[in-house]
């Protein structure tokens, strides 16, 4: 038997948390660990949206469920405190006589908000905030961005680019990037709820933005930007029914084009991003990763609105007269941290966040 | 006594090789090893511009000359064949006695190629070729990639963007990198024989173009490409006498401007790249590095006279309104191979080379 002290349960919780990854979709991702007497009794996870809680996952697990009085529980996630799909867990912990609870991380939804630790030390629960904080909170990073910012999405602005900082040569659709690359993106995409292009790539792209390494329960939402309405439904975003679609425009035209078909028009008079973004928002989407093409990316960046970046510096050259990345409006200068500079085939991806994000 | 056949005496003579970087100036870096019966005699390298060959300066390092003579010589480049600053080697090896050569690579300058392994085989010297040659060829890169091009010098264009692939805020000079990287292109520029800047990066930024972490007893020259004659002789360029300064110019009048200078004009109706670093070529320049701008980039990479490229990915964002990095003439799309990704203080450094020089 490993005495308590020496074992790191809030690790292992974590380590559980991940086991919910591409599963939990809107929910955050949480681990849970039973211990007593620094013994484990067992260990559990958010299975999945709609699905049991983490704690209520590990209660389910021990295998003597009189052991659990007086036991610890390390939970990488303050537990709810409301009534949703399931009972409140703080509740039901409270009722099993459990003894302490080690949180890692507050919930930042309104919902919770510090309702759960407030509950359990009401019913004589002794709680502990912040162990291995900063690895519970980078672990919902979207999440926890969408409730801490009045519920807007986390953008994530993604390009591939040549190393003279170009997308492709004018009127050709150029392959900047190998197999290896394109399939690194479709990872990136199923930790994003949406995917954002505009018209213009959705039309000489005619991409499918899907994640095709693996089946998702919640496929990421495809969003086209199409103010000046020049999509047609004859597109493989609109006819595929591989994920749910989103046009956004200001052509009300749309609105009948579409008609009959799968893609859900949002017409507006006028969209601004924020106006985008804040619907998003209402729509529950917290994260949202921003494939292009250029002006649409420049567009971005001439707004507050995003927090991270992605490029893939393709080994190529285009030329001076290839077509630039990222057009468009003026925008500040913005000094972001490095989060990661890997080699993935002909590619090095480079991922940097704002600075004020880059703690969270 | 380690037996010769675990010894790699190559691998030792392409480390000593080394300790002439920076030293040895247009001539190559050479490393030499002597062996008799499997035990070491003597390493040497060539130690600088005008100064003693590798093998010479192993003899010289042999406690007992006796030793010598039925010795193994292990020597990264083919022994020299020509009076030059210093009688021919492979005469010298001859008449030592040594037995055998090992040689790493063929000498491709029009002088030696191949005629020192002639002499020294004609003199009864048993001569093997192409132990390590691909270290040995990577060692002078540059000095082989200049005599087998006839002349023209290995072409490198550097360039620190944002990960936007910007230059700068239009109308501001923008300090895209920090100390660590301007420190990093500083170890980059001492490997080179030639800094080339255009007239508009010599204006706004008026650099120094210098290498300041070490004195160089040949520091790399500055030429600034000055079509129109826009440069004057008020610049740090011109009057710091740091290194060297070449103007290439179209302007006849920047001859009379530049007398009374150091500078060195080149003048002529027209200039074409090609021409200028056929020039540089002529003046003994094996190897460039090209700075910048924007356009003077973007006109490389609209020639072939360019291998290899290093960007400084900076991680920052300067939006879709800034000015571009590489800008200009249409270019056919080229892939690169992968040398070097490293962070380097606040950018990602990435170095590409030509796939078809890659290998040299």
């Given at each position: 038997m490993i005495p308590s002290t020496e074992t790191d349960w809030m690790a292992l919780a974590l380590q559980e948390a991940q086991k919910g990854r591409y599963l939990t979709y809107t929910n955050p991702m949480v681990g849970a660990v039973l211990v007593k007497h620094g013994r484990l009794l067992a260990v559990g996870h958010h299975v999945g949206f709609g699905h049991e809680h983490a704690e209520v996952n590990a209660y389910h697990h021990v295998q003597n469920p009189e052991d659990i009085q007086d036991s610890t529980l390390y939970v990488t996630l303050e537990p709810c405190a409301h009534q949703g799909k399931t009972p409140p867990c703080c509740r039901q912990i409270a009722a099993w006589g459990v003894k302490t609870v080690y949180v890692a991380q507050v919930d930042p939804h309104e919902v919770v908000a510090g309702k759960g630790i407030v509950y359990l030390r009401a019913h004589g629960v002794t709680v502990h905030i912040g162990q291995h904080e900063s690895e519970a909170e980078a672990l919902?990073?979207?999440?926890?961005?969408?409730?801490?910012?009045?519920?807007?999405?986390?953008?994530?602005?993604?390009?591939?680019?040549?190393?003279?900082?170009?997308?492709?040569?004018?009127?050709?659709?150029?392959?900047?990037?190998?197999?290896?690359?394109?399939?690194?993106?479709?990872?990136?995409?199923?930790?994003?709820?949406?995917?954002?292009?505009?018209?213009?790539?959705?039309?000489?792209?005619?991409?499918?933005?899907?994640?095709?390494?693996?089946?998702?329960?919640?496929?990421?939402?495809?969003?086209?930007?199409?103010?000046?309405?020049?999509?047609?439904?004859?597109?493989?975003?609109?006819?595929?029914?591989?994920?749910?679609?989103?046009?956004?425009?200001?052509?009300?035209?749309?609105?009948?084009?579409?008609?009959?078909?799968?893609?859900?028009?949002?017409?507006?008079?006028?969209?601004?991003?924020?106006?985008?973004?804040?619907?998003?928002?209402?729509?529950?989407?917290?994260?949202?990763?921003?494939?292009?093409?250029?002006?649409?990316?420049?567009?971005?960046?001439?707004?507050?609105?995003?927090?991270?970046?992605?490029?893939?510096?393709?080994?190529?050259?285009?030329?001076?007269?290839?077509?630039?990345?990222?057009?468009?409006?003026?925008?500040?200068?913005?000094?972001?941290a490095l989060v990661q500079s890997q080699v993935v085939g002909n590619a090095v991806k480079i991922v940097a966040r704002r600075k004020e994000d880059a703690d969270v």
């Open positions: 919902n990073r979207h999440y926890n961005f969408f409730y801490r910012q009045h519920e807007l999405p986390y953008v994530t602005l993604k390009a591939a680019m040549s190393l003279d900082g170009k997308l492709g040569q004018v009127g050709q659709r150029t392959a900047l990037t190998d197999t290896t690359a394109s399939t690194d993106v479709q990872h990136l995409r199923a930790d994003y709820q949406a995917i954002l292009v505009g018209s213009e790539t959705a039309l000489v792209d005619d991409p499918q933005l899907t994640v095709r390494w693996r089946q998702l329960d919640y496929p990421p939402v495809r969003v086209i930007l199409d103010r000046r309405g020049r999509v047609r439904p004859t597109l493989q975003l609109a006819t595929d029914q591989a994920a749910p679609t989103w046009l956004f425009t200001s052509d009300s035209q749309q609105i009948q084009r579409f008609a009959e078909t799968a893609v859900k028009v949002f017409y507006r008079d006028h969209w601004t991003l924020t106006a985008v973004l804040q619907m998003l928002g209402e729509q529950g989407v917290q994260s949202v990763l921003v494939e292009g093409g250029a002006r649409v990316h420049g567009a971005f960046l001439a707004t507050d609105h995003w927090q991270e970046i992605v490029t893939y510096q393709a080994l190529k050259t285009l030329g001076g007269q290839a077509q630039a990345s990222f057009v468009g409006a003026p925008a500040p200068t913005v000094s972001l």
